[in-house]
């Protein structure tokens, strides 16, 4: 009995969206327009957020060693170091090596004169994980015995924090904005589907038929139309998404940008796009026979 109404569900369901091809048409596009703007600015997100954490590995707090230390005594405030919260590592820098490395960046050398390493103090290239406490964490630094001052590109990493904060808020709004707008959209178009078989549903409903008897076919329309659409924006953005990043990593002047391999994002962007794609559907068919039931 219950294989039987299964059938029956699922045969109702297809016969819907034939039925009413156009109407069917009409939501799967909805579907598959609403998900690409979706995906395309989560896919945006994601990268900038990459392109930020790519960019605060590099944003780093310079620790100086007292001139008093020798280069064995600066050796040994590492384990100290480590031992702060928000730090990722530490490399120990001799003045030897800085005043190599100033040489090197250094547009004329023979106008140093006199100059040589001792000139400089040895130091710590320290890292961290948040860099939106990299503030707090140069202070610890700076409190450890040893280290004489510090330098830390603070704008730099309050800029970076606000542009990964805003494009984060701005996606979750925009994303919320077109699911709600999709829903909106999916249950009307299949409200004038439902329209037509008001009459129907009413004599069903007279005659003893449950709501949820009713409401099934409408169900299965939705899950098929909104899996439909999910399959089509993801092939669709996997296409578009591969054809944009391929033409930006062959732009020279873009060439230190580096971005997320589809591969990488494509079982939760597949995923993602079933779930919303079903879950519009659902609510839609849901939201759209609501007040035929009321007999």
Known sequence: MKGNRFVYYVREGINSIFNHGFMSFASVCII???LLIMGSFTLLALNVDSIINSMESENEIMAFVDESYSTADAQSIKPGLEAIDNVSSVIFVTREQAWDDFLDTYSDPGRLGELGPETLRDRYVIYVDDISIIA???DAVSR????ADTTVHLDIAKTLVK??????????ALVAILFTISLFIMANTIKLTTFERRDEIAIMKMVGATSTF????????GLIL??????LSFVMEWGLYTLFSDKLMAGAELSLLTVIPFSVVSIPIFIAFTVVGLGVGVIGSLLAIKNYLKV
């Open 163 to 172: 542009i990964r904060n805003i494009v984060t808020i701005a996606s979750i």
């Open 214 to 221: 009713i409401r099934w076919p409408f169900v299965v329309q």
């Open 226 to 231: 909104g899996l439909l659409g999910s399959l």
């Open 144 to 147: 450890v015995d040893g280290i």
């Open 32 to 34: 598959v327009a609403c």
């Open 136 to 138: 707090a964490t140069r």
